[in-house]
């Protein structure tokens, strides 16, 4: 199949593109590097430097492609609740461009990036039916973009597959792609340099949740079988009873701050220097995927089974990495 992966540079697009690859797929890189990593293209795909708000250049890079995967767009809760217009504009605006460039270039396939955090705070088991009532302008974003895809398919635009991810973590198992953002705010990268002395001591944000030791639970995901879901969705896209097909990818087990520290600290073997701080406005107390669907739709389940299989990828690509993709400079 021809494949267009925008955002195909940055973290979760990177290990698609690897392994759409690796399963013979031809692979189109959108990616305008404003946080992607030129490193991270591999040579065997055709590499496109755009904005995906640039009408002619997507229109043009779409051609002759069978299906979008559309990771390229703004990640961050707390940024996204500092500057909520460029969210808008990013995650939505952009997107709408998008769609008219899939529109004008013949291509109806869509998978798109999208996040638990469409949710907001949990009301109950988290299946792709729980109310959608994003509490952070981030969510809001992509929620948005899920209902005009929704509205799109409805009329036979598109066919598409919206995954919402829980925590995704790790590196690529063969050590070639990681984790390398900017302003680093998760959980795993952040107590991982805390370890290896390469900044500050981790601050846990809260150990008075309702949860059994306290810290908040979130479901950690590992990256390599995040990037294999998204394969899948490709031919799973053609044959959903629906047009537009929301799926939840976790695991459905739940980690706690707490717990991820200690992975850290048997696969790093070294403390991790921490305290304990104020809750982090706008975090639920746990985020657990009810990840049925992924199962019948997709035939998805996650291979990698543990949060110490998940925190040594990404301890593994640190090590090799330190200063993450510049390192490689
Ligand atoms: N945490 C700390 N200290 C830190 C960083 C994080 O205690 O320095 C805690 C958070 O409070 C949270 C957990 O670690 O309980 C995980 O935090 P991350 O920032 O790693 O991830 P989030 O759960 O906040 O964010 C993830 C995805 C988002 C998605 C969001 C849904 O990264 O894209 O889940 O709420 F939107």
Known sequence: MRVAVTG??????????????????QVTVIDDLSAGHAEAVPAATRFVRA??????AMTTALDHHDAIIHFAGLLSVGGSMKDPRSYFQTNFIKGLVLLDAAKAAGVSRFIFSSTCATYGVPRGPLNEDHPKEPVNPYGVSKRAFEQ???????????????????????????????????????LIPLAIDAAAGRRGPLTIYGD???????TCL??????????????LALDAVERTEAPFTPINLGTGRGTSVREVIQSVERVTGTKVPHS????????PPAL????????AILGFEPQVASID?????????????????????
């Open 51 to 56: 904005d995906i708000g640039d009408l002619v």
């Open 218 to 231: 979130r479901d950690y995901i590992h990256v390599d079988d995040l990037a294999r879901a998204h394969v």
């Open 288 to 295: 657990v995927a009810a990840p049925q669907r992924s199962l």
């Open 208 to 214: 008075d949740y309702e949860t059994p030791d306290g």
């Open 309 to 329: 299989e998940i925190v040594e990828t990404a301890w593994k690509w640190r090590k090799a990495h330190p200063q993450g993709y510049s390192s490689e400079r």
């Open 8 to 25: 195909g540079a940055g973290y979760i697009g990177s290990h698609a593109v690897a392994e759409l690859l690796t399963l013979g797929h």
């Open 148 to 186: 005009v895809l929704e509205a799109y398919a409805r009329i036979g635009q598109v066919r598409a597959i919206a995954l919402r991810y829980f925590n995704a973590a790790g590196a690529r198992r063969d050590g070639s792609l990681g984790e390398d953002h900017t302003h680093e705010e998760h």
């Open 276 to 283: 304990v701080g104020p809750r982090r406005p706008g975090d």
